[in-house]
């Protein structure tokens, strides 16, 4: 699976941006996928991650409630919107993809390249 990752940028602090990924290669549908995060000086940590049937997880109730994963199998894309963003927010966030939702989550296979989120106050 090749993964390319798009949509980060410079937003104000209560801004949105909406993550984009899109994948090529293994048939897209039949993989879980997930969204990790960098900030700087910070290890990668967990985002959030959606099964092939649509079934989703998050690393927090309080990243739930700002942040909603999806996907479009028919357009091979997997979707982090971020609402009500915050400056803590700004890292690099990374798509990823693996077999399950347990794999994605602790270990994926298949990684894309970044995307810089900014988030000034």
């Known amino acids: 699976v090749q993964l390319q990752a798009s949509g980060g940028g410079l937003v104000q602090a209560g801004g949105t941006l909406r993550l984009s990924c899109t994948a090529s290669?293994?048939?897209?549908?039949?993989?879980?996928l997930g969204w990790f995060r960098r900030a700087p000086g910070k290890e990668r940590e967990f985002v959030a991650a959606?099964?092939?049937?649509?079934?989703?997880?998050y690393a927090s109730d309080s990243l739930k409630g700002r942040f909603t994963i999806s996907r479009d199998n028919a357009k091979n894309t997997v979707y982090l919107q971020m609402n009500s963003l915050k400056p803590e927010d700004t890292a690099v966030y990374y798509c990823?993809?693996?077999?399950?939702?347990?794999?994605?989550?602790?270990?994926?296979?298949?990684w894309g390249q970044g995307t810089l989120v900014t988030v000034s106050s």
């Open positions: 990823a993809a693996d077999t399950t939702l347990i794999r994605v989550q602790e270990a994926p296979g298949y």
């Open positions: 290669g293994r048939t897209f549908s039949s993989v879980a």
């Open positions: 959606i099964a092939w049937n649509g079934f989703s997880t």
